[in-house]
């Protein structure tokens, strides 16, 4: 009987807990957005996204152009020329992919870049959200921004805003 009583008290404490629990939400694509130096730092790496990838484009222009003069004038060519111009054509074409994952591979200059220019601005993000937690007892922060995770979220839990003021970007 004993045993009883303790478990179910038990389970009324752990519940009267569990019911205690704050949550909230935030959406940092809008806090992002709303931040000048997010909005700089995406400008500069679109710009330099395009640059690259205009690069990359016009190297395989080039190749076109070589392979297209390569096939018009094959009928003319000894073998050791033609496999001297194949093996140009080749070879610059990996040279072009070489630097195509230089730019835009996993660990490229892209990345690197947005390390430099975006982590620090998302860093200052997840430090005011952490502090609004901290000061606010929320057990939980979800993130709207990643996608539909929820089927209804009510507004008045939104700490958006508040983070923004929290990092002195609204009154």
Same mark, same amino acid.
């Given at each position: 009987m004993k045993k009883l009583l303790f478990l179910i008290s038990l389970i009324a404490l752990s519940a009267g807990?569990?019911?205690?629990?704050?949550?909230?939400?935030?959406d940092t694509e809008y806090?992002?957005?709303?931040i000048p130096s997010y909005k700089s730092a995406q400008s500069k790496l679109d710009a330099l996204s395009k640059q690259w990838e205009k690069e990359i484009s016009d190297k395989y222009a080039e190749i076109d152009k070589l392979y297209k003069a390569y096939q018009n004038e094959a009928v003319l060519l000894t073998?050791?020329?033609? +496999? $001297? %111009? /194949?093996?140009?054509?080749?070879?610059?074409?990996?040279a072009v992919k070489d630097l195509q994952k230089k730019y835009f591979?996993?660990?490229?200059?892209?990345? +690197? $870049? %947005? /390390?430099?220019?975006?982590?620090?601005?998302?860093?200052?993000?997840?430090?005011?959200?952490?502090?609004?937690?901290?000061?606010?007892n929320y057990a939980v922060i979800f993130d709207t921004?990643?996608?539909?995770?929820?089927l209804y979220t009510n507004p008045r839990y939104d700490l958006s805003d508040q983070v923004l003021k929290q990092m002195g970007y609204k009154e």
């Open positions: 807990m569990a019911w205690g629990q704050k949550y909230a939400f935030v806090i992002l957005n709303n073998p050791e020329m033609k +496999k $001297k %111009r /194949e093996n140009e054509i080749v070879s610059r074409e990996q591979g996993p660990q490229g200059d892209l990345f +690197k $870049k %947005r /390390e430099e220019l975006v982590k620090p601005i998302q860093d200052e993000v997840y430090n005011a959200v952490k502090k609004i937690a901290v000061e606010g921004a990643s996608g539909p995770m929820f």
